[in-house]
């Protein structure tokens, strides 16, 4: 079982930053992919950015520019450094992995979510 413990998120005005981090646990082999989604209320959640293992990373087109996603693949841990915040940001931000785990089980683990929160 792989666990993601998500932090750092908060209330912040229009044009700030924030940054959220998620370190994963447990039975990790190998994790191929970390990512950020995000679930705005009544939203479908979406991909925001994610990174592989070998650092190839890809972002929404709506935070292009804005937000930087960082892998530290010894730590098993990911960042996601948010600039120029905007309202429409606002969401509860989900961390993910997908990888292998011991004994060569595949998982595909979701952390509890940190809530982000735009002011304009």
């Known amino acids: 079982q792989v666990q993601l413990v998500e932090s750092g998120g908060g209330l912040v005005q229009a044009g700030g930053s924030l940054r959220l981090s998620c370190a994963a646990s447990g039975s990790i082999y190998s994790i191929n992919v970390m990512g950020w989604y995000r679930q705005a209320p009544g939203k479908q959640r979406e991909l925001v950015a994610r990174?592989?293992?070998?650092?190839?990373?890809n972002y929404a087109d709506s935070v292009k520019g804005r937000f930087t996603i960082s892998r530290d693949n010894a730590k098993n841990t990911v960042d996601l450094q948010m600039n120029s915040l905007e309202p429409e940001d606002t969401a509860t931000y989900y961390c993910?992995?997908?990888?292998?785990?011991?004994?060569?089980?595949?998982?595909?683990?979701w952390g509890q979510g940190t809530q982000v929160t735009v002011s304009s």
């Open positions: 990174v592989t293992s070998g650092g190839s990373t």
């Open positions: 993910n992995a997908v990888g292998l785990a011991l004994y060569a089980r595949g998982f595909h683990s």
